[in-house]
């Protein structure tokens, strides 16, 4: 399995390297790995999680009614559920719950 470092991941997701790190910092994660220059490296799973709490390139519907809940108001992650604000459904946003 491919490890990557910060830069290819921010290459990866099309932002900039200081937005991914910051947002690594907050979750609080280590790396997976090291490079042989010493680089932190990231695994594909840790990847996805980076991608689930950043919010980036993953579309979450409503479990119950469809609706396209990134459009919906205030959308985030972060805690690990979204009350749908068209129907009231709790949807898990996890990367459990990923297709
Ligand atoms: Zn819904």
Redesign the pocket.
Known sequence: MPKKSIRFIARDLNVCYDYVKRNIDEMGIGPDDYSHMGTPTYNEETQKDIQVYMNIGIDWY?D??G?HMNEQEGFNTHSGSWV?K??G?INDVTKNNLR
């Open positions: 409503c119950s009614c609706d749908c068209k129907c459904y």
